[in-house]
């Protein structure tokens, strides 16, 4: 099982909509949860960070945290064209994962469609 | 946030060769960390380069190969030695982060990273 896992893409969306990416976690432990947008040629962006259960919104951008049952999600409101991107969820902590390092998942690719 | 520069941007090199990477960052941080995304993948985490002691490599990843320094709080290297192909790759550096002043939330931002074509 590998040990931060998002939901296969491409994902596409159109415009004005709902996009919403998912990831699970394997390290119960795990203790702060990250979203990067990544743009083609270019390096991970963070955008979205969240620490404890529950809703954290950071204006289109929504995070979800449920650690009860190990996952993770971003909620993108009225998507645009601009957020077609590879999106990241990424995690630090836990048992298996000392020292403040970045496991990753595999990535989503988001395309919104105008 | 911290601002992140890399150096070279990008470079294409022959095989058995080496290349040295260079990542500043403008204020002083306790942890970097050394990624590598391979084409069409994720990143990985080749080591956490610590200021006044050694790097700690992850599984797969070796000094020898991958030689690290850290001689301040706001500079590093990574070195690509002995060049195949198969280290095509992007080079990112991170630094950790905690946004909240005496928090312990920490986070993680990137350099633009090093994008390596060995031929």
New interface residues.
Partial sequence: QKEVEQNSGPLSVPEGAIASLNCTYSDRGSQ?F?W?RQYSG?????IM?I?SNGDKEDGRFTAQLNKASQYVSLLIRDSQPSDSATY?CAV?GGIYNQ?????????TELSVKP | SAVISQKPSRDICQRGTSLTIQCQVDSQVTMMFWYRQQPGQSLTLIATANQGSEATYESGFVIDKFPISRPNLTFSTLTVSNMSPEDSSIYLCSVEDFPLAGGFQETQYFGPGTRLLVL
């Fill in positions: 702060s990250f990067y270019k390096s991970p962006e963070l960070s620490y990241l630090i020292g403040g390092k970045l496991i990753f998942g595999q990535g």
